[in-house]
């Protein structure tokens, strides 16, 4: 590689390899999220609400005082509206 120095090949290839590393998992990616569809498609042949799948798997994720905190929030929400509060 002519006018390059030593370090700048390093570093393009350190570069090449992190971009090669980047777009295999992206692949990877995409193929997790096409079988996650699958499965999300396959609920909703049984009768389940993918919405609502989903809403329950970002519940589960979070710790279960932070959730409690957001339903308390969300509550006090619908009731300063005017709506029936969670549950009620």
Known sequence: MKGLTLSE???GEQLSSLIERIERL??????L???IKEVYD?????GFDAKI???VIRLRK?????RQEQETILSLYLE????????G
Do not use: C, I, W
């Open 42 to 46: 396959e609920a909703k042949t049984h």
């Open 33 to 35: 999220m096409a079988d």
């Open 9 to 11: 090949v390093v570093a």
């Open 26 to 31: 992206e692949e990877e990616k995409a193929g």
């Open 80 to 87: 300063a509206v005017g709506e029936a509060p969670l549950g």
């Open 53 to 55: 799948l989903r809403q």
């Open 62 to 66: 979070m710790e279960k005082s932070d």
